[in-house]
Each structure stands twice: as C-alpha cells, then as structure tokens.
C-alpha cells in the first residue's frame, strides 16, 4: 500500500519516533495528523512537514475520536503508528521495603497499552469505512513495544507488561481486523536515541550502546521510522512483531 496521498495518524508524534515516522511519511506524500499532548513539539513538527497537529491523550475516548475525525477530514485515513508511550523506571519493592504505588503501573499500564488499543479501535472503525484498495486492504497499522516486552530489566516490571500487552495482542487484532482489510504489525525497538534517553549522563548512554551486538550503538529515530515505512507498503507484511535492536539482549540492569 502506498502512503503517497493517504492520510496517517500518528500518536507521539511530537518527538523522537513519532516525530521521525510522521518526517518519513510525509516526505512519501502521506498527509500527516500528529497526536500528542505536548502541543508546541508537535505544532512545529507539523509545520515542518505540512501536516496538522492535535492535543490528544491517548487514553481518552474523546480525544482519541476527535483525533480520528479530524485526520478522516484530511482525506482517506490509512496509516496508523502508535508511538506514545513513557517508561519511568520502579521496583516492585522500594528500597525502604514497601512496596510501589499500584497508580504507577496503572499509569503506564493505561497510557501504553490500554491507549494504543483505544486508538487502534476508533481508528479502525475509520479506515474500514474507506473504499478497498488491491486485494481488499484499506489500511495498516503500526505500533511501538520494546525489546523490555521480552528482556525486561529490574525496575521495568510496568514497562515491560505495557509492551508485552501490545506483542501479545497484535496477531488477535491481526485476526480481528482481517476481515476489513487492515494489516496490524509491531516494531520492538531496542536503545533508542531518543528523549527518553536524552536525559541520561554520556557514560551511561555510552554504556548502554556497548550492550548492542553491532552496530554498537544507540538506535537512530529514523530506523524505525523506515522500519514502520516499510511494513505500512509492503502488504504481506502482517500480525508481525520485529525486534529492532542491534541484536541487543537486555541484561538485569
């Protein structure tokens, strides 16, 4: 499926591999809609490509539909990339013992997991009502896990669920979505080089990128972005979770 002309939704695209998807896409004639709530990072991406920006917290019902809308009055959406998401580090136990506020695995729990789902959901009901294009298809969607879903380290035991939710729903929304003519595939990125990381001192952001087999490195925005560009045209692609990640397997801590 070809992106030029489509329209593309994209969650988290205000920065890191939201912004370098929407940048890709754009640059192959999709017309992009940034999803997020850090409005003035996504105004200026938005800018920047053309494309149209909107406050959305992805665990919102409302937002996420007023989302949908907006994109379908911008042409036939087709492409959805979910890549909002935040991944704050707790142990299970603190190091006084007690054990960690069940509003924080709730919290990344909802954002990560509950509102990729929420989105895929309105979205789809969208796309399916688009006219059929070769071989049936009308869309493709993409959203983000993380290594973490299978490598988790000590203090990702939220982060990790989050992800491996969105690895083990991804085939029986496959399935699901089958029937209207919209493939559901996953990116499973490794260390990225991303605002997530940007805060961390260069020794540790160095010894994180000697952790990856080759190339030993933290991982470019735009490799993902070209891995998300690649499974929305390549049409056999489906139900898939690809690890992007330099052959890294995540050590305890």
Known sequence: MKVDGVVALITGGASGLGA?????L???GARVLIADVQDEAADSVA?????AALHVDVTSGADVTAAVEAAAEMGDLRVVVNCAGIGPPARTLNRDGSPVDLSFFEKVVAINLIGTFNVIRLAAAAIAQTAPLADGQRGAIVNTASVAAYDGQIGQAAYSASKGGIVGMTLPIARDLAVVGIRVNTIAPGIMDTPLLAGLPEPARESLATQVLFPSRLGRPDEYAHLAYHLIENDYMNGETIRMDGGIRMQPK
Do not use: D
């Open 20 to 24: 370098a998807t929407a940048r890709r």
């Open 26 to 28: 754009a640059s192959k």
């Open 47 to 51: 800018g920047e490509i053309s494309g």
